[in-house]
């Protein structure tokens, strides 16, 4: 039986990383995985600061050391200027994939005319897929149902294994051969 | 009482900057601004030709020197090669936010096909939000009524200013606290 | 009578360039502009490997050398590690219209989910414009009749020759002067 495919879930928040509040964005990642992949995974969970160098490190480990194909983020992309995730991740990835923001930003402007400020996206570094999701737990849900459906199908092709979803859950879709 | 906000309209134009017609751009955006806000603010209108160095010290100048929340532009988006506004905006901004321009191009689309031209964007230099609309005044109008809604909460997200809008006019969103 | 203007069609595909499969994707495009088109012109089609270099020369040479106003590229442009058609056009080109690429994705999107990982672009190199279509034939006339009605305004603005499409076939628009 295969070993379970690691999955990198990233909050990155001051308030979270230092206990002012409880991280509930990355236990929403965490739990829409679950009702959303029936092949085994695993959860490698981190939480830091927003500080541009924490992040492109914990990136860089989740993808090269634990080869994680695929890492979700959540927090820190906004215009605030502690805001840096996204700096972050063009630092580390070798390829940016401007569909994934485009359409989260679509999806997201049908609930909030801000959704214009998120600096969402999607990049690769190697094998590993990362996302950057928004903050909020129910945001994170309406940008998961919106590019997850393509996410398996990347990772095919960045040549990493093969995750397969529940379909009554979230119809992922495979172009036929 | 507050002192009123300043905000940057800068044409550029070679043709305007020249005389040889009127600049009605400007004057659309001002237009706008005084039906849109309900809190003081004053315009600091500026109009140059379509030269790189001149469209950056203008807008350094109103960031930088007069503390312009917002500044607005208005032409030298298109693919002619007089057309160098985004190159120049690229050239002062810290950050792009990309969501402007998409939201721009798809509002805009659904009028001529040839919103796809279009480098319209937004970017931040420092506490200042710098956004590129298009040269006609009934194509800015449909601009600003896609993106101003979210305009006074990025300035807040800076550290700005509180901007007012009359929401009868223009429905400005912040999300609750 | 004008001369027929030169289209540069480029096939990039390791197994079509090898000859493991016969090439579908130039045809589809040429055969689209021979409906479109009622003013002169002639194919230029080339074809070569997944390789940054061969694209580069091909591009340059197409755009510099045989001063094609319109050059429309074929393959390369998803995840896997081969396809590097996007950061070869990025090296030639002076300036990119991001446009093209949201709206070819945003109606692909209504056929795949997967559209998102497409890296369709555009961008010009001097007077020619450059657009990267999908690979599957079908996909390509979907983008294309997306994108193709502001293509001879374009060309027109970086002062290159007057193409006249069949308005039965393809709705060009021109704003009026």
Same mark, same amino acid.
Do not use: H
């Given at each position: ?38 092949? /085994?995974?695993?959860? $490698?969970? =981190?939480?830091? &600061?927003?500080? +541009? ?5 914990? !990136? ?52 909030? /005319?801000?959704?214009? $400020?998120? =600096?969402?996206? &999607?990049?690769? +570094? ?5 996302? !950057? ?45």
């Amino acid at each position: 039986m295969a070993s379970p495919v690691p999955i990198g879930i990233l909050t990155v928040s001051d308030r979270a990383s230092q206990g002012v509040y409880e991280d509930k964005s990355g236990p929403a990642i965490a739990e829409y995985l679950a009702r959303a992949l029936v092949s /085994p995974w695993q959860p $490698l969970r =981190r939480l830091v &600061a927003d500080e +541009r160098t924490a992040i492109t490190g914990t !990136l860089i480990d989740l993808a090269d050391n634990l080869a994680c194909p695929l890492i979700l983020v959540t927090g820190g992309t906004g215009p605030s200027p502690r805001d840096v995730t996204p700096e972050a991740t063009e630092d580390v990835c070798d390829r940016i994939f401007p569909g994934f923001g485009e359409q989260m930003r679509a999806v997201s402007l049908r609930e909030v /005319p801000t959704a214009i $400020l998120s =600096r969402q996206m &999607a990049g690769t +570094r190697g094998k590993s897929l990362i996302v !950057l999701l928004p903050g909020r737990p129910s945001s994170i849900r309406t940008c998961l149902d919106a590019v997850f459906p393509a996410i398996p199908y990347c990772i095919d092709l960045l040549g990493g294994p093969r995750l397969e979803a529940n379909q009554a859950v979230i119809k992922v879709f495979r172009p036929p051969a």
